[in-house]
């Protein structure tokens, strides 16, 4: 264009170079302004992205991470709206399973609980100085749960050639069965109260639950009788270490009726801890409530260093000889008789079982002016490995 603008210049006057300088400015200002337009439409179409985005998300400008969190909060709402007038018709939409129709629940049905509210119990229960925290926990679909031990040694021996060969004995599996129990507790709050919008009914019922369940649980995983509870490890039969055979639990003597020997008080502790098997020691813990452990951190050793030792970094266990300890008020105090102090791998020596779900039954008539939530779950415990834990028993034999 330019070469040949410039040779009709060459050729003629002035007038048709003026001309040709005027056409040269109008293509130029042409394809300016054809660039504007087509930077006015990618514009255009970013705006209209993020426009969409903006809209799915409920605010603009809000992260595409968020989206999801946005997405959950109408399961809460409708949550929400159950637990403060009974209004069902908002989880019927949302989440079709969350109707809790079927022969294992209350014939009256229920809701299951919201997904963060169940996990805010769950966080409670885990934090809580309980069994579970160091025992085997498995979610089961089920009514029970089982367990098969193979806990005795296959026979072996040596052969010569020519020597007839000898049967040698076979190991033995036991199946152990944990039955599911059920979990439950039954806040109240006025309906007042619940029509507050400013209260918060979710994180209400979800601290109330925890704690009931956190408190019923520890306490039947240590010393429950296995009626419509777990069966606490403490409820076993006990014997003295030497001899220990399965379906037991075997325990060293302190040699002092009610304490620990008046004279090397900690060989007990020693003894206690040798008396596992190496295969449970790499893993294994102490349990004892705070009265017994304010009595053995005072403990040291031949050399005068203490057995006993803080965590070094915050929410680490106390360390007893090595070995974390945790300490749980539902062990027994330190009295005649008693096993105030247990050593084991308890993943390997304890099991509990549970259903994944909670469930949350309205019920606004049986209190009035209140409401009841009764919330539900279905948990079992038991023994799955007799030669993982040991007792300190404080006797003399």
Excluded: C
């Excluded at 100085?129 to 026979?155: C, K, P, W, Y």
Aim: hydrophobic letters at 45%.
């Amino acid at each position: 264009m330019k070469e040949e603008t410039q040779a009709r210049t060459d050729e003629g006057g002035p007038q048709d170079q003026a001309v040709a300088l005027k056409a040269a400015l109008g293509e130029f200002v042409s394809e300016v302004k054809s660039f504007q337009a087509d930077i006015r439409s990618r514009l255009q179409q970013q705006e209209d992205r993020m426009s969409i985005l903006d809209r799915k998300s409920h605010i603009p400008g809000r992260p595409a991470l968020a989206t999801a969190a946005a997405e959950e909060a109408p399961h809460r709402k409708a949550f929400a709206a159950y637990l403060r007038s009974g209004d069902d018709d908002g989880l019927r939409g949302i989440v079709p399973e969350a109707k809790a129709l079927n022969t294992q629940v209350a014939a009256e049905g229920g809701y299951l609980v919201d997904p963060q509210t169940s996990e805010t119990i769950r966080g409670v229960l885990m934090a809580t100085a309980s069994i579970r925290q160091i025992a085997n926990v498995v979610n089961v679909e089920a009514s029970s749960f089982d367990v098969l031990v193979d806990h005795t040694e296959m026979g072996s021996g040596w052969a010569t050639e020519t020597a007839t060969l000898t049967e040698t004995t076979t190991p033995q599996i036991d199946r152990i069965s944990i039955p599911l129990h059920e979990l439950s507790a039954m806040p109240k709050a006025s309906q007042r109260l619940l029509d507050d919008s400013a209260f918060d009914i979710e994180g209400w019922l979800a601290a109330r639950i925890a704690d009931r369940f956190a408190r019923a649980e520890a306490a039947a995983f240590v010393s429950g009788d296995g009626v419509d509870k777990p069966t606490g490890f403490l409820t076993h039969p006990k014997v003295a270490e030497a001899s220990w055979s399965w379906g037991s639990l075997g325990y060293v003597a302190t040699g002092a009726d009610g304490d620990f020997a008046a004279v090397n008080a900690s060989d007990a502790i020693v003894d206690l801890v040798y008396a596992l098997s190496a295969e449970y020691r790499a893993n294994a813990s102490f349990v004892m409530n705070s009265k017994t452990a304010g009595a053995v951190r005072k403990m040291k050793d031949a050399d005068g260093r203490f057995l006993w030792s803080d965590g070094l970094a915050a929410g680490e266990p106390a360390r007893l000889m090595g070995y974390p300890v945790l300490v749980a008020e539902d062990m027994p105090d330190i009295a005649s008789g008693t096993y105030a102090l247990a050593f084991g791998d308890f993943g390997y020596g304890y099991t509990i079982a549970e259903r994944p779900d909670l469930r949350v039954l309205r019920d606004p008539f049986s209190a009035k002016p209140h409401v009841l939530f009764y919330a539900s779950k279905r948990v079992g415990g038991d023994v799955s490995d007799f030669a993982a834990i040991k007792l300190l028993k404080f006797a003399t034999s």
